[in-house]
């Protein structure tokens, strides 16, 4: 988890200083998918490829209008629910600037405990 201070910079590289707005969406079907706009579309090696999601998110920060970034040096990690627990996903990041997705690495995918179970365990 991302401890926010002294975790963000400007578009210059300067430590941002005081509060920040996070702004974060969640998509986790076709329908999230195509009515925010998101292109699914990516290119690789030359070769055009749809893209297959078992969910996908977008997260943002601003202060004052002006967008921020985490530092090289921070980490920023987020835990996503999918109905999709199949092990054939990997991540990706939209370049907003060129309009492609870009590979980060494999996903692998975490099983949360099952909830009926854990609901069990807490009424006993």
Do not use: C
Not at 61 to 79: M, T, Y
């Amino acid at each position: 988890m991302l401890n926010p201070k002294n975790s963000f910079t400007d578009k210059n590289g300067k430590d941002v200083i005081g509060d920040v707005t996070i702004e974060y969406r969640e998509f986790h079907d076709h329908g999230d998918v195509i009515s925010s706009g998101i292109p699914m579309a990516y290119d690789s090696a030359g070769k055009k490829y749809n893209l297959e999601s078992a969910g996908m998110f977008d997260i943002i920060g601003h202060q004052n209008g002006e967008p921020v970034f985490i530092k090289p040096d921070k980490n920023l990690e987020v835990e996503l629910a999918s109905a999709n627990d199949e092990n054939r996903f990997n991540q990706y990041y939209l370049d907003t600037v060129e309009r492609n997705w870009k590979y980060m690495k494999k996903d692998v995918p975490v099983k949360s405990k099952d909830l009926s179970q854990k609901s069990k365990e807490e009424s006993a």
